[in-house]
């Protein structure tokens, strides 16, 4: 069964940087490409970028081009996304999401996302 | 680059509803569709991929269908469950980036 588990709710300020960890239970998250997507309140589902399966290759939308990093250990089924330079249209839900085959762009398994609240 | 959804759809127990997706860009047209459902303080959930494949555990009253800019997410024996935020997405070329539509929220009357 997949499982993807993301870490805790974060209250940031203004400025700062916030990482999301998303941990797969065993061979969920092996081989596969995985995205990060974001909500904000009242709002729909924005993409912010993908991670290639060994972590070596990311893509970034380009909003997010200066801001984002995408990393992942291999090791322990556990990828990360850090966002700098936080402001308060940052405070949403983020989510990690599986990428169902090769780069297809259709996510098949998603965390269960992390509130991100960014206030002074 | 767009991806334009009617913001929202109702329907009441029993009926078929459909929701369209349509595509700004000229690539939506090759590109593939997938269509999600979210429900409030949960994960998305995939419901529909590469325009009208259904993964398994998805009922079949669900389906998926494309053609050329448009696409569309057709839930026939509504059900009161089925009461949620419908999402439609495709990768755009211009974007280098997936895309979602702004959301359609079903509502069974």
């Known amino acids: 069964q997949m499982q993807v588990v993301q870490s805790g709710a974060e209250v940031k300020k203004p400025g700062a940087s916030v990482k999301v960890s998303c941990k797969a239970s065993?061979?969920?998250?092996?081989?596969?490409?995985v995205h990060w997507v974001r909500q904000a309140p009242g709002q729909g589902l924005e993409w912010m970028g993908i991670?290639?399966?060994?972590?070596?290759?990311?893509t970034y939308a380009q909003k997010f081009q200066d801001r984002v990093t995408m990393t992942r250990d291999t090791s322990t089924n556990t990828v990360y996304m850090e966002l700098s330079s936080l402001t308060s249209e940052d405070t949403a839900t983020y989510y990690c999401a599986r990428d169902g085959r090769n780069w297809s762009n259709w996510f098949d398994a998603w965390g269960q996302g992390t509130l991100v609240i960014v206030s002074s | 680059s767009l991806l334009t959804q009617p913001p929202s759809v109702s329907g009441t127990p029993g009926q078929r509803v459909t929701i369209s997706c349509s595509g700004s860009s000229p690539n939506f047209g090759t590109n593939s569709v997938n269509w999600y459902q979210h429900l409030p303080g949960t994960a998305p959930k995939l419901l529909i991929y590469?325009?009208?494949q259904r993964p398994s555990g998805v009922p079949d009253r669900f389906s998926g269908s494309k053609s050329g800019t448009s696409a569309s997410l057709a839930i026939s024996g509504l059900q009161s469950e089925d009461e949620a935020d419908y999402y439609c997405?495709?990768?755009?070329?211009?974007?280098?980036?997936?895309?979602f539509g702004g959301g359609t929220k079903l509502t069974v009357l």
């Open positions: 997405s495709a990768w755009d070329d211009n974007f280098n980036g997936v895309l």
């Open positions: 590469t325009n009208s």
């Open positions: 065993a061979n969920t998250f092996t081989n596969y490409y």
């Open positions: 991670i290639n399966p060994s972590g070596e290759f990311t």
